[in-house]
């Protein structure tokens, strides 16, 4: 008797929040990339030591979360930080000096909203993925078996390919392990492949480098694309956000 052939659980790709709707997440493991500087800022203070991060849409309530919890506030909105908030989006900003054994509250642009839209769609497992912790991603999507929702935030509702390009980083590493037929996931994995080599430079022609450029963050967004700087896993639990490399 022949063996039975083993299902691969489905991955897709979400272009933008404004589409996430279109796509059944309850029982998907949503992997919420927002490169520049979301999650890679997420990734680095679990890095260093953050005990836990809790990702919030509002400054609002980013500022009553971090009254009730005495964790570090911080946000952004269009690059800047939120008056009334303490730290902003930037890496560099949670060195383990500063943040080890601490509870970081934030807000961001894209990010945190798209994380609570897939919360507020049943997702089975929220993670948060880019560059600096590929690999960590990587390794634990492989060992799920779970249906897998590569989620990028873009800028405000809109694509952008700094996102795409990691969503293509991670199909081309898991790409075996998944049953793929997905249009948006074929272009994520040809965008990255066609510009693997190149990031730095292919980085700096797009809208976004130049957006955040023009507040000086170019050292922060060649941070974001530099891969396995900060190997940790943000997978959220009871509220919030742990490392659980």
Not at 109 to 118: F, Q, Y
Not at 172 to 194: G, P, R, W
Request: charged share 20%.
């Amino acid at each position: 008797m022949s063996e039975i052939q083993q299902v691969k659980p489905s991955l897709h790709t979400v272009l933008t929040p404004q589409v996430l709707d279109l796509y059944e997440i309850k029982n998907s493991i949503v992997v919420i990339i927002d490169v520049f500087r979301a999650t890679s800022t997420m990734a680095t203070a679990l890095f260093n030591g953050a005990k836990k991060i809790i990702p919030v849409d509002s400054p609002e309530v980013c500022m009553e979360m971090g009254k009730q919890t005495g964790g570090v506030t911080a946000g952004e909105r269009d690059g800047k930080i939120i008056p009334g908030l303490s730290y902003g989006n930037s890496p560099s900003e949670y060195p383990r000096s500063f943040i080890e054994n601490k509870t970081l509250v934030i807000t961001t642009t894209n990010g945190t909203k798209l994380l609570h839209m897939a919360l507020r769609q049943g997702a089975k497992e929220v993670i948060t993925g880019s560059f600096p912790n590929l690999t960590k991603v990587v390794e634990y999507l492989k060992t799920q078996n779970a249906p897998v929702i590569l989620g990028c935030s873009g800028w405000k509702n809109k694509f952008n390919i700094e996102d795409t390009l990691f969503a293509g980083a991670v199909i081309e590493q898991i790409k075996d392990h998944f049953t793929i037929h997905c249009d948006s996931s074929y272009m994520a994995q040809q965008l990255y492949l066609q510009n693997k080599d190149r990031l730095p430079e292919y980085i700096k022609t797009l809208t976004h480098w130049h957006r955040l450029a023009a507040f000086g963050l170019e050292e922060d967004m060649l941070y974001c694309i530099s891969q396995d700087t900060a190997p940790s896993l943000p997978i959220f639990k009871d509220g919030a956000l742990v490392n659980g490399a």
